[in-house]
């Protein structure tokens, strides 16, 4: 995180009450909501992009459509004014959206992703985040997921499936940090801009 010409935006995706749903089952990760938050107010406070992802589900029953109680943006995720949001249909937030258009055109080169769930949405995204050459980061404690059976109808525990998606990720289309490491790291990512700054507005020697 030492490049002065890019910017670096969070994404935060599909936090949504359609997840607090009894029907996904058991949950690793309650503290999700938190990190979220608190990186959230992170990138707030440095003045950094904030940019949200909302699941519409096509699915006249689906727990994300349009005018259900699950569409909701949870209380710790809620867009501010001037913080693009952006609605998906799919897994991918770059699917249906101009989400990679609009980054390039800001001069965003850096993602940090968070949200729900690990191994799909977020998966998905930085998936191709990465493919389309995003420098891609996934916030292991700012996302979480849900029980989950294997092919042979065996369930495997919410923490495996989390565990199983991030090693997936790791070194291939992202790198899986945590909130305080990223959180220290946009801290410096903010001195670093300032310098460039003042380098920039410094008068030419002769």
Request: charged share 25%; net charge negative.
């Amino acid at each position: 995180m030492d490049n002065c010409s890019q910017s670096f935006a969070l994404l935060v995706v599909d936090m949504q009450l359609g997840f607090d749903a009894p029907t996904w089952g058991p949950r690793n990760n309650p503290d999700a909501e938190a990190k979220v938050a608190a990186l959230i107010a992170a990138w707030r406070e440095a003045g950094a992009p904030v940019i949200h992802v909302h699941h519409d589900s096509p699915d006249p029953s689906g727990h994300f459509r349009r005018g259900a109680p699950g569409h909701a943006v949870k209380a710790e995720a809620r867009p501010e004014s001037g913080e693009r949001i952006y609605r998906k249909a799919v897994n991918s937030a770059f699917i249906g959206t101009s989400l990679e258009t609009d980054l390039r055109r800001a001069g965003i080169g850096r993602l940090a992703i968070v949200g729900l769930t690990t191994n799909h949405c977020i998966s998905t995204t930085a998936r191709m985040a990465g493919n389309l050459g995003f420098e891609t980061f996934v916030v292991a404690d700012a996302t979480a997921t849900f029980d989950r059976a294997d092919l042979d109808g065996m369930i495997r525990p919410a923490a495996e499936v989390h565990e199983g998606a991030l090693s997936d990720l790791q070194d291939e289309f992202a790198r899986i940090v945590d909130t305080k490491w990223l959180i220290a790291g946009l801290s410096n990512q903010a001195e670093k801009a300032v310098t460039c700054r003042e380098a920039d507005d410094a008068p030419a020697s002769d």
